[in-house]
Antibody
Framework: EVQLVESGGGLVQPGGSLRLSCAAS????????MHWVRQAPGKGLVSVSY????????GYADSVKGRFTISRDIAKNTLYLQVNSLRAEDTAVYYC??????????????WGRGTMVTVSS | DIVMTQSPGSLAVSLGERATISCKSS????????????LAWYQQKPGQPPKLLFY???TRESGVPDRFSGGGSGTDFTLTISSLQAEDVAVYYC?????????FGPGTKVDI
């Protein structure tokens, strides 16, 4: 089955860290750009980060630059997001999503169900 | 960053009636001699992840009913549901991917 499954979310104190994972299956993970998108409770969608198929290019939203790091393990078919120095405003469901094509400038054609990150003392 | 806006913020439509959502970008998301539009539409139902409906503004994703249509160019885009069905109740988002990271509109809630 073609799917993305996120994990690693939870409750963390301000200033804390988590590593989010997204396990991909059913498709050639090493040929797709991948993305993290977050959604605060009751709010809209925000692109957080992206990574090229081979990991050679990454990008971040200004709001997370310097605090979040995206990576991927081709052998494990897994996408990661290391989230550090967490703030209350980082509270959200974090989705991983697959890019539609290999250009980097694309829509997202597959999404996981998300993992919830709650930042609170 | 390219800022995306949508209108209305919410709308209520009777079953079988037309629903039209507008999406505007703060600058053009079209490029090239063929005016390719770097614009996508998503549908999100409560408790679910977003689902891709259209990309390149008007290319329908596989499995999307043809009562949905996408159009527009440059900075102005629309998503139309020609005959609203109960299962279309959702929030709809536009997204530009002309610049990356991409940016989304704030969403339009469609209800009956």
């Amino acid at each position: 089955e073609v799917q993305l499954v996120e994990s690693g979310g939870g409750l963390v104190q301000p200033g804390g860290s988590l590593r989010l994972s997204c396990a991909a299956s059913g498709f050639a993970f090493n040929t797709y750009w991948m993305h993290w998108v977050r959604q605060a409770p009751g709010k809209g969608l925000v692109s957080v980060s992206y990574i090229k198929e081979d990991g050679s290019r990454t990008g971040y939203a200004d709001s997370v630059k310097g605090r979040f790091t995206i990576s991927r393990d081709i052998a494990k078919n897994t996408l990661y997001l290391q989230v550090n120095s967490l703030r209350a405003e980082d509270t959200a469901v974090y989705y991983c999503a697959r890019g539609l094509d290999s250009t980097g400038y694309h829509a997202f054609d597959m999404w996981g169900r998300g993992t919830m990150v709650t930042v609170s003392s | 960053d390219i800022v995306m806006t949508q209108s209305p913020g919410s709308l209520a439509v009777s079953l079988g009636e037309r629903a039209t959502i507008s999406c505007k970008s703060s600058r053009s998301v079209s490029s090239g001699p063929n005016n390719v539009n770097y614009l996508a539409w998503y549908q999100q139902k409560p408790g679910q992840p977003p689902k891709l409906l259209f990309y390149w503004a008007s290319t329908r994703e596989s499995g999307v009913p043809d009562r949905f249509s996408g159009g527009g160019s440059g900075t102005d885009f629309t998503l139309t549901i020609s005959s609203l069905q109960a299962e279309d109740v959702a929030v709809y988002y536009c997204q530009q991917y002309y610049d990356i990271p991409s940016t989304f509109g704030p969403g339009t809630k469609v209800d009956i």
